[in-house]
């Protein structure tokens, strides 16, 4: 595919991200606005949607999704599966810091795990998927009570700085850090952790793999969410 090709489809992909649930519908120069577009770009590229069944115009030039989407949103909603885009991090995590990693999602007032990345390491923090712990101790316990409903002066300091670290809190020879997996409105679809021995996953250790943690972060969010 040539240049200008590939040009014409991130243009016309442009113009379909911008609608949203409290906008529906759209008139060209609000397609204009948002995307920054021509609107005789934007009339060409739409009606080449339109054609296909991604856009649809209405009486009043005001143009709305397409059927053709519904159609593959529900090919993509029959066919996916959490797992599919999670545990692939788990494992990059896994090989990037030789520590455990895992998924962690609320359970009521509880946290549940599950999925899990156990490191290949002989020594390491063991837990098996579908472990119920509490939200008041742990890395992930702490970030899950502050994107939820804690308003003490530990969940405070978790969103301020965005992630919780620990260090045998639940289990005496035990430290972790973890992060939010937020969707594109910042609501949490869960937590992502990195655990282990805390006398080889030390604080200075932990700091280390951070940047590593967000971005991996960022990156099933978006997928999650997308």
């Known amino acids: 595919m040539s240049e200008q090709n590939v040009s014409a489809v991130e243009r016309a992909l442009m113009i379909l991200d911008v609608f949203t649930d409290q906008d529906a519908d759209l008139s ?3 397609l204009s606005e948002r995307t920054g577009m021509y609107k005789s770009t934007i009339s060409r590229l739409a009606g080449t949607l339109e054609s296909n069944g991604f856009l649809m115009i209405s ?3 005001r143009y709305r999704l397409g059927p053709a989407l519904w159609r593959l949103g529900s ?3 029959r066919s996916f599966r959490m797992d599919d885009v999670v545990r692939p991090h788990l494992s990059a995590l ?3 810091s030789g520590e455990t990693a895992s998924f962690y999602v609320p359970e009521g007032s509880n946290r549940l795990c599950l999925f899990r990345e156990n490191s290949s390491r002989s020594l390491r923090h063991h837990l098996e998927e579908g472990a119920i712990l509490p939200c008041d101790r742990g890395a992930a316990g702490h970030v899950i009570r502050a994107w939820g409903n804690g308003v003490d002066d530990r969940a405070l300091e978790v969103l301020e700085h965005g992630f919780a670290q620990s260090h045998g809190e639940r289990d005496s020879d035990i430290s ?3 992060v939010p997996v937020l969707d594109r409105h910042e609501q ?7 655990s282990g021995p805390g006398s080889r996953f030390t604080a200075e250790k932990r700091q280390s793999v951070l940047s590593l943690l967000k971005s991996h972060a960022l990156e099933c969010g978006r997928s999650l969410s997308a």
């Open 28 to 30: 060209l120069k609000d």
């Open 59 to 61: 009486g009043r030039g």
């Open 75 to 77: 090919i993509y909603r």
């Open 94 to 96: 896994v090989d990037q």
């Open 176 to 178: 972790a850090i973890a």
């Open 188 to 194: 949490m679809l869960g937590v992502l952790s990195l």
